[in-house]
Antibody, heavy 116, light 106 residues
Framework: QVHLQESGPGLVKPSQTLSLTCTVS??????????WNWIRQPAGKGLEWIGR???????NYSPSLRSRVTILVDTSRSQFSLKLSSVTAADTAVYYC????????WGQGTLVTVSS | DIQMTQSPSSLSASVGDRVTITCQAS??????LNWYQQKPGKAPKLLIY???NLGRGVPSRFSGSGSGTDFTFSISILQPEDVATYYC????????FGGGTKVEIK
């Protein structure tokens, strides 16, 4: 069974960079051809796709966030990561990682609050 | 960008009712459309993939149809445990989610 787990700071100051890691177990992040995604959800609102990275390192980002987002993969640690720069309160959300084009496996989500 | 317009934004129905949610894409996305169920405090769960295929272990009362720009998601016999928010998601060009439909029991 594939398991994904998000980790990282729960509080980030405005203008700083949000950094999260998703650790994958039960599957090899470098085998097959899967996309590894980041999605976020502000409290009481809908889902917003942030971007993805393939097992070969190809990235795609949401046009609305592209200028601030970097997604990397570390196959040796079976992890992929999210960096979101110049954050504001509007970036406060639960951040999820998920596998695939149809997101059949998700992490439990981690709340990141942007506040001074 | 492909926009996904989901309706209604909320609905209230009785146990045993048939519930239908629609999702319209701003351009042709073939059948690259998935449906998710999200319960409060939980990650979304894949119910339907590629417009009409039932996800693993998903009860058969859930179904999906459509192609091109117009898609429908249905719950044939609403159960109390189906109270949740449902989202459509296209992946023909990058990824976009619909705005969600909150389903409640009347």
């Amino acid at each position: 069974q594939v398991h994904l787990q998000e980790s990282g700071p729960g509080l980030v100051k405005p203008s700083q960079t949000l950094s999260l890691t998703c650790t994958v177990s039960g599957d090899s992040i470098s085998s097959g051809f899967f996309y590894w995604n980041w999605i976020r959800q502000p409290a009481g609102k809908g889902l917003e796709w942030i971007g993805r990275i393939s097992s070969s390192g190809i990235t795609n980002y949401s046009p609305s966030l592209r200028s601030r987002v970097t997604i990397l993969v570390d196959t040796s640690r079976s992890q992929f990561s999210l960096k979101l720069s110049s954050v504001t309160a509007a970036d406060t959300a639960v951040y999820y990682c998920a596998r695939g084009l149809e997101f059949n496996f998700w992490g439990q989500g981690t709340l990141v609050t942007v506040s001074s | 960008d492909i926009q996904m317009t989901q309706s209604p934004s909320s609905l209230s129905a009785s146990v045993g009712d048939r519930v239908t949610i629609t999702c319209q894409a701003s351009r042709d996305i073939s059948n690259y459309l998935n449906w998710y169920q999200q319960k409060p405090g939980k990650a979304p769960k894949l119910l339907i993939y590629d417009a009409s295929n039932l996800g693993r272990g998903v009860p058969s009362r859930f179904s999906g149809s459509g192609s091109g720009t117009d898609f429908t998601f249905s719950i044939s016999i609403l159960q109390p445990e189906d109270v949740a928010t449902y989202y459509c998601q296209q992946y023909d060009n990058l990824v976009t989610f619909g705005g969600g439909t909150k389903v409640e029991i009347k």
